[in-house]
């Protein structure tokens, strides 16, 4: 154990998968606690003291809790600096790493539910994503500028939208804007991905049936 050891609560194919994925593209050592959704394990008291949403992801730090995807990728990349995958402060790049961590809860989350839900679009002016479109549009003109989301750098908003956007695509909240499409197609080509995905595989192999 050593004192930036971590420990994700998880889940397999849930958000906390993201953070799993984020985990092998840091290359960092890290524990894995799995929860049984199915059985309840995150509605229980020991869990609940952690996180009171009941939620994963959820990760511990020492004495340190952290929970929410943004403020996870930006957790775990100043806690590793060395794997250059976070804009330190005073980095001309820190401004747009936070903006679009930020931007991922705060306007993508919201927006697509509404869409999903087929609730009311609220006035774009009290909504704070503006409108669906306006959100799409954002994201799709942020990946026109770069492979990545901060440019040529591959970083820890990387880390967050790559999941986030495989997702989101796969399950039709996002159009296939050819930049998404791109974008999730080289997010899934890099090795962390094939780990990624082993490591939930044996996790619900080793699983009885429900
Ligand atoms: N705002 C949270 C969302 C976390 C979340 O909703 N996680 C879901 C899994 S994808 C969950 O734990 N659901 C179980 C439940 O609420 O019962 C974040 O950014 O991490």
């Not at 199915?38 to 952690?50: N, Y």
């Amino acid at each position: 154990m050593t004192d930036r050891d971590v420990t994700l609560f998880h889940a397999p194919r849930t958000r906390s998968a993201g953070v799993l994925r984020l985990l092998e593209e840091l290359g960092v050592p890290y524990r894995l606690h799995v929860l049984d959704l199915a059985a309840g394990d995150h509605k229980k008291p020991d869990f609940l003291v952690l996180n009171p949403m009941g939620k994963v992801p959820t990760l511990r730090h020492g004495e340190t809790i952290v929970t929410e995807l943004g403020a996870i990728a930006l957790y775990l990349g100043d806690l590793f600096p060395e794997t250059g995958q976070c804009p330190p402060p005073g980095d001309p790049l820190r401004g747009a790493l936070l903006r679009w961590l930020f931007f991922y809860g705060n306007c993508v989350e919201p927006a697509v539910l509404q869409k999903a839900m087929n609730w009311e679009a609220p006035k774009p002016s009290m909504a704070g994503y503006g409108t669906y479109d306006d959100t799409v549009a954002a994201v799709v003109g942020r990946l026109r500028e770069g492979p990545w989301f901060l440019g040529e750098r591959f970083t820890v908003a990387d880390g967050l939208w790559g999941p986030a956007l495989s997702w989101l695509v796969a399950f039709d909240l996002l159009p296939k804007a050819p930049e998404i499409v791109a974008y999730v197609e080289r997010f899934a080509a890099r090795p962390a991905a094939a780990r990624a995905a082993a490591i939930d595989e044996e996790i619900l192999a080793r699983r009885p049936p429900a």
